[in-house]
């Protein structure tokens, strides 16, 4: 580009200049300023830099002028991210299993880029997180992108849905027909996205997997099931919902030994109210979809929480465990 030409671009140039070459740490005087534009083939002078400065500062830009003897030294100070805050970003990033390495990879260097040169180093991370597996499909970004175009256009959207069959390969469900569902929200819940939707054709509430779900587009049909979702207490989803898994909700009631509170708030939450039972057990009745997901919750905790009632959701338990023990 002609030096002509990079004149007009002086002022994003010096903006550049500052976020990758200054910090709270790292400062510039007026000769290196001038010797750093002269880089990027732009001739300046004090005067004009002042006045640039000056616009950069009116603008937005936190440029700090710092006076030490004969010298000024320049630096940009806050910025819209702080380190810390980028560091807990590039931890939530690497520690997703729904991000990919590839996208993970892309991501940080866009969060790189608001850092100076200086604090990159800072932001090379490598979170560890026991089993975790990174989903190695892409295409839950744009599914999601679909999925949230649909509900500002008030449409349907429809899609295929998979299971993983013994062989390790994506079978359609349906016969490979696709699904058409009004989506409503968006729901993220032990690391994994889950649209909450009105089936189409079931004509009800569903939940479904969004990395299970390929070949997504928006419908010409508008959405239906708002007085069915506003129906659900969409505050106490994963409370609810075992791994999202569905079921008839039940208000159950469970025996747990006092160790056992700390699990009972982290599941349901404060809310829930724990009676003593005696100096050793307490009781809960909590609302939840009664699964085969919540029975193996149940049976992990080894004894210490056990279903008292109702009766039917004891026999479905009961009928749960022998299925368990016999072929």
């Given amino acids: 580009m002609a030096r002509s030409a990079n004149q007009k671009l002086k002022l994003l140039y010096l903006e550049k200049i500052f976020k990758e070459k200054t910090d709270d740490d790292h400062y510039m005087t007026m000769p290196q300023i001038i010797a750093e534009l002269n880089r990027y083939g732009i001739e300046a002078n004090r005067k004009s830099i002042y006045t640039d400065i000056d616009s950069l500062q009116q603008y937005g830009l936190d440029i700090i002028q710092t006076r030490e003897g004969a010298h000024t030294y320049y630096h940009l100070g806050s910025r819209e991210f702080e380190v810390a805050e980028l560091k807990f970003l590039v931890d939530a990033i690497q ?35 026991s089993g975790r597996v990174k989903n190695m499909n892409e295409s839950i970004y744009y599914s999601i992108d679909e999925i949230y175009h649909g509900m500002a256009e008030d449409k349907c959207i429809k899609f295929k849905y998979f299971s993983w069959n013994r062989k390790g390969e994506e079978e359609f469900r349906r016969n490979g027909d696709y699904y058409e569902v009004a989506p409503w929200a968006l729901h993220f819940d032990d690391e994994r996205y889950y649209l909450v939707g009105y089936d189409m054709d079931k004509k009800e509430i569903h939940h479904y997997r969004v990395d299970k779900m390929r070949f997504v587009s928006i419908s010409d049909q508008k959405r239906k099931g708002i007085s069915e979702f ?98």
């Avoid at 993970?104 to 608001?114: F, G, N, Q, W």
């Fill in 95 to 129: 520690a997703s299993k729904f991000i990919s390495e590839r996208k993970t990879k892309e991501l940080i260097e866009k969060l790189e880029s608001s850092v100076s040169t200086y604090d990159k180093t800072l932001l090379n991370r490598e979170v560890t997180v």
């Fill in 230 to 327: 506003k129906r659900t207490n969409k505050s106490k989803y994963s409370q609810q919902y075992f791994r999202m898994f569905g079921g008839n909700i039940e208000t159950v009631t469970l025996k747990c030994t006092n160790e056992m509170a700390n699990i009972i708030v982290d599941q349901f939450g404060t809310d829930a109210r724990m009676m003593p039972i005696d100096d050793d057990h307490f009781s809960v009745r909590v609302e939840v979809a009664v699964s085969e997901q919540f029975f193996g919750w149940i049976f992990a905790l080894g004894g210490g929480v056990v279903i008292t009632g109702p009766e039917n959701v004891k026999q479905e338990m009961n009928k749960a465990l022998s299925k368990l023990y016999t072929e």
